[in-house]
């Protein structure tokens, strides 16, 4: 069942979810997006929507409102809207958590090798992606950037062999 663009699926093993996910204009320019979209799928989840998208001021406004009143509020709209982004969805098991620790720190000099932004990325205001810190924050910021109609619901044929009792 869908509410509020997060599938919960309540199985044997734990929590079918979904999270968002935009890669920045850095990740962008770099050539970095096929680099994230690889290392979401090898892990196993499944993609149900993606645009590539140059997000307006209001837009990004909005998704950011809870930084409103931080000293970097402004310079970090501005940034983001000074190219194009890939905002995503993604789908699976604990998918909100697994996707931050695959994303890595946010300043990318705490992430770990192996981790997107510790194997991309050097300073915090260029640190590629956007990830959900919480299934409650992945529900606003799916029905933000998507309409229900663009995310696309499927079972992949690889499922039975990434989760067990699926």
Not at 63 to 88: A, C, N, T, W
Not at 153 to 161: M, R
Request: charged share 25%; aromatic share 10%; hydrophobic share 35%.
């Amino acid at each position: 069942m869908c509410i509020c663009g997060v599938l919960w699926n309540m199985s044997g093993n734990g929590i079918t979810e979904r999270t968002f996910i935009c890669i920045k204009p850095d990740g962008v320019q770099r050539g970095l997006v096929g680099e994230i979209i690889k290392r979401f799928e090898q892990k196993g989840y499944r993609m149900v929507a993606m645009k590539f998208m140059q997000a307006s001021d209001e837009l990004l406004k909005e998704h950011y409102i809870d930084l409103k009143d931080r000293p970097f509020y402004s310079g970090l709209v501005k940034y983001m809207g000074s190219g194009p982004v890939v905002p995503m969805v993604w789908e699976g098991f604990n998918v909100v958590k697994t996707g931050r620790v695959m994303l890595g720190e946010t300043n990318p000099v705490d992430s770990k090798p192996g981790t997107i932004r510790g194997d991309f990325c050097v300073q915090v205001g260029r640190n590629i992606c956007h990830g959900s810190d919480s299934v409650e924050s992945a529900k606003k910021e799916i029905n933000l950037w998507f309409k229900p109609e663009e995310l696309i619901s499927y079972t992949s044929c690889a499922n039975e062999w990434i989760n067990e009792g699926n």
